[in-house]
T-cell receptor, first 115, second 109 residues
Framework: GAVVSQHPSWVICKSGTSVKIECRSLDFQATTMFWYRQFPKQSLMLMATSNEGSKATYEQGVEKDKFLINHASLTLSTLTVTSAHPEDSSFYIC???????????FGEGSWLTVV | EDKVVQSPLSLVVHEGDTVTLNCSYEVTNFRSLLWYKQEKKAPTFLFMLTSSGIEKKSGRLSSILDKKELFSILNITATQTGDSAVYLCAVSGTYKYIFGTGTRLKVLA
């Protein structure tokens, strides 16, 4: 079945540094990938929708200059948290949908801790 | 290999029917099982289950977890057209979530 891989699974970084999270569709081409953030015991919050070859569409309240999203190919989207601060510590998860079909596949998520 | 399998993949019912959605899993270092409802943008949280045999209820929705048999069910009674959505099951292990591909529910008026 379709697999979406996220890397890294967890990362600790210092305040002020940038960290990149990758989301890859391993056995299908994903025209659209979604990035979510989850706070403890809350629903997943959609941050942005990225379409291959074009700029990401950010949800209201999400800083596009802070959360840089790149979807350079049909199998890879990256989320870069720039100048990270402790309040950016969270669980980030991506999902991807195939070129054909309407099923969305989720990655396993990435835990970010900013110290 | 960690996996979460949901069944059925899709379901069409009429208003007033009761439906049962299934989620079976194999996950290393199980921590919790979560049910989400996906309509438009982001999945909406429904339940988080950590203990076997304890039913969680919210209105017409209820869910229960069996950690011995490694599955959970989500029940929806007296279904309404507004229940039409994709219902996702996710299981959290150490540092990760594993999502199922969802059950697509369509409730006809």
């Amino acid at each position: 079945g379709a697999v979406v891989s996220q890397h890294p699974s967890w990362v600790i970084c210092k305040s002020g540094t940038s960290v990149k999270i990758e989301c890859r569709s391993l056995d299908f081409q994903a025209t659209t990938m979604f990035w979510y953030r989850q706070f403890p015991k809350q629903s997943l919050m959609l941050m942005a929708t990225s379409n291959e070859g074009s700029k990401a569409t950010y949800e209201q309240g999400v800083e596009k200059d802070k959360f840089l999203i790149n979807h350079a190919s049909l199998t890879l989207s990256t989320l870069t948290v720039t100048s990270a601060h402790p309040e950016d510590s969270s669980f980030y998860i991506c999902s991807a949908s195939q070129v054909s079909g309407n099923t969305i596949y989720f990655g396993e998520g990435s835990w970010l801790t900013v110290v | 290999e960690d996996k979460v399998v949901q069944s059925p993949l899709s379901l069409v019912v009429h208003e007033g029917d009761t439906v049962t959605l299934n989620c079976s899993y194999e996950v290393t270092n199980f921590r919790s099982l979560l049910w989400y409802k996906q309509e438009k943008k982001a999945p909406t949280f429904l339940f988080m289950l950590t203990s076997s045999g304890i039913e969680k209820k919210s209105g017409r929705l209820s869910s229960i977890l069996d950690k011995k048999e490694l599955f959970s069910i989500l029940n929806i009674t007296a279904t309404q057209t507004g229940d039409s959505a994709v219902y996702l099951c996710a299981v959290s292990g150490t540092y990760k979530y594993i999502f199922g591909t969802g059950t697509r529910l369509k409730v006809l008026a």
